[in-house]
């Protein structure tokens, strides 16, 4: 197992950092960061030589997509609130969150102590599963942007699917939500690839993202085919 694999494993794990000066991602090389916070140590992998105003990105249909972003479930408070500000201002540029992490207030408050402006930043948020109605994802995603602090959000995903939704209701109402200047851009997560296709077909607004478990021992070959070729970025919420 090469050093990357296994520093996020035990960063999962909550354990100490190996000794390594760079890790690999992809064709990229990054530096493991040590941040100190009230109540222990977060470990988190940061860009080597990152710039503070750009990243690589993914170029979808309508959007564009920061490669790398720094994933914040399991952190919460003040922990969560560090660490978001910590990566913001060392070059991270992408922040996912979502409503089940009962951290959108926690993450607000990273935006708002980073001395990054807001349109440099590419946020994404999830709608929960108990919140897919149209009259739900509307009052949610409203009670999301207060909590965040924010007066759009770059990205919003269909956390789960759900089946006893109609997944063409919720996608409605997203594209009320974009059309009201909410959210820019729509997505999905843990969609298999005839759930996507479905999605694809039913939506007024091209999904720009399909976010999946798709760590380097665990193979998504159909969604590797299929989302390139459809402007569809990718990615993977467990690296």
Not at 20 to 38: C, H, I
Request: contains cysteine; aromatic residues 8%; negative net charge.
């Amino acid at each position: 197992m090469d050093n990357k694999l296994w520093i996020c494993d035990k960063l999962r794990q909550g354990a100490s950092l190996p000794s390594v000066e760079t890790v690999r991602f992809g064709n990229r090389l990054f530096e493991p960061y040590q941040s100190a916070v009230p109540g222990g140590v977060r470990f988190i992998i940061l860009p080597l030589r990152c710039s503070r105003r750009s990243m690589d990105v993914v170029e979808t249909e309508t959007a564009r997509i920061p490669t790398v972003g720094l994933g914040t479930w399991q952190n919460t408070g003040t922990e969560c609130t560090q660490t978001v500000r910590t990566a913001l201002e060392t070059g991270y540029r992408h922040i996912d969150t979502a409503q089940q992490y009962d951290n959108e207030n926690a993450v607000g408050r990273g935006l708002e102590q980073a001395e990054v402006e807001r349109d440099e930043i590419f946020l994404t948020t999830k709608l929960w599963r108990s919140n897919l109605h149209y009259d739900d994802v509307i009052e949610s995603v409203e009670e999301s942007l207060g909590r965040l602090q924010v007066d759009y959000i770059d990205l919003l995903l269909i956390h789960w699917p759900h089946p006893r939704v109609p997944v063409e209701e919720t996608l409605e109402a997203m594209v009320e939500l974009s059309n009201r200047g909410m959210i820019r851009h729509i997505g999905v997560s843990n969609f298999t690839l005839p759930q996507l296709k479905t999605a694809r077909e039913l939506s007024e607004m091209p999904v720009v993202v399909n976010q999946v478990l798709y760590p380097p021992y665990t193979k998504q070959p159909a969604l590797q085919q299929y989302c390139p070729r459809h402007g569809i970025d990718l990615k993977s919420s467990s690296p």
